[in-house]
């Protein structure tokens, strides 16, 4: 049923509420919910993070089986000098790349600065190594390869706009 415009109640503004003649719709209040802003994680920044937390397992669980064989050739024989340190070390490692591969999914943006230190350290460790000829080129490539792409992905204008939005802490 049409009314005339002089017949129809007066519609209040509401702040905050875009209004047009076939409905209405909230409008974004803030920056982080605004529709420019694509709040899902990048396809990079999820497989860095997944391989870390695999990296992480795999730490976790070769360190504790070191830590078992070290500890039970303590018993029978002569134990592996400097075995248990280097097993504990290994299972810390992995309990903190677990840690900062969650951190990483979760857009922290500390995660991401310790990624980039670790990572930068490792180029500079490779063409270190690559240079006085003491690590095989061809891992010494793979590796060098991978701190490339890691950086790459962590810092892609998406990747930014990702870790740069507003999170509520859990």
Do not use: C, H, K
């Not at 009314?3 to 209405?24: N, T």
């Not at 795999?58 to 360190?63: F, K, P, R, S």
């Not at 080129?137 to 990702?162: D, F, K, N």
């Amino acid at each position: 049923m049409n009314l005339p415009a002089s017949q129809r109640p007066a519609q209040a503004r509401i702040p905050g509420v875009s209004q047009s003649s076939s409905f209405r719709y909230a409008e974004p209040m803030t920056q982080a919910s605004s529709s420019t802003v694509d709040q899902r994680r990048p396809t990079g920044v999820t497989v860095i993070g997944v391989f870390a937390y695999v990296g992480g397992i795999v730490d976790i669980v070769g360190g504790s089986m070191l830590l078992v064989l070290v500890t039970g050739a303590a018993l029978v024989a002569n134990p592996v000098p400097g075995g248990f340190v280097t097993a504990i070390s290994i299972i810390v490692a992995g309990i903190v790349v677990v840690a900062v591969a969650g951190a990483l999914l979760r857009g922290s943006g500390l995660a991401r600065w310790i990624v980039t230190v670790v990572r930068g350290i490792s180029i500079v460790g490779q063409v270190v190594a690559l240079t006085s000829g003491g690590v095989a080129l061809i891992a010494g490539l793979v590796s060098l390869t991978i701190s490339v792409i890691v950086l790459s992905w962590l810092w892609t204008p998406r990747a930014s706009a990702y870790f740069a939005l507003e999170r509520i802490p859990r």
